[in-house]
Nanobody, 126 residues
Framework: QAQLVESGGGLVQPGGSLRLSCVAS????????IGWFRQAPGKEREGVSC????????YYTDSVKGRFSISRDNAKNTVYLQMNSLKAEDSGTYFC???????????????????WGNGTLVTVSS
């Protein structure tokens, strides 16, 4: 299993930007996917974006397409989530996860996930 540590959350005004980072360690990551999930109070967790560490293929949920961008730096075992044009409804705790899966399956049905980080809080508010 991989160990995952998130960072980069905080308070930002609507329309602002944040970049989240997820550092992975402790496992052979070549065939893994890393994904970002979020959960707001009283709501179910949802997959935001997922990426393959091997070929860079990605998945985005519809509500973030065109605003969020996921990327990887394999040399640093780090996955980033660049979040632009943030909205109040983007607020929540963001978790990264690792899976041997596909990007869509991991994000949509959480297929193959075997590791979770502890989360980082994002608050979008004026």
């Amino acid at each position: 299993q991989a160990q995952l540590v998130e960072s980069g959350g905080g308070l930002v005004q609507p329309g602002g930007s944040l970049r989240l980072s997820c550092v992975a360690s402790g496992a052979t990551l070549d065939y893994y996917h890393i994904g970002w999930f979020r959960q707001a109070p009283g709501k179910e967790r949802e997959g935001v974006s997922c990426i393959s560490l091997s070929d860079g293929s990605t998945y985005y949920t519809d509500s973030v397409k065109g605003r969020f961008s996921i990327s990887r730096d394999n040399a640093k075992n780090t996955v980033y989530l660049q979040m632009n044009s943030l909205k109040a409804e983007d607020s929540g705790t963001y978790f990264c996860a690792a899976a041997v899966s596909t990007a869509p399956a991991m994000c949509i049905i959480e297929y193959g996930i075997d590791s979770w980080g502890n989360g980082t809080l994002v608050t979008v508010s004026s």
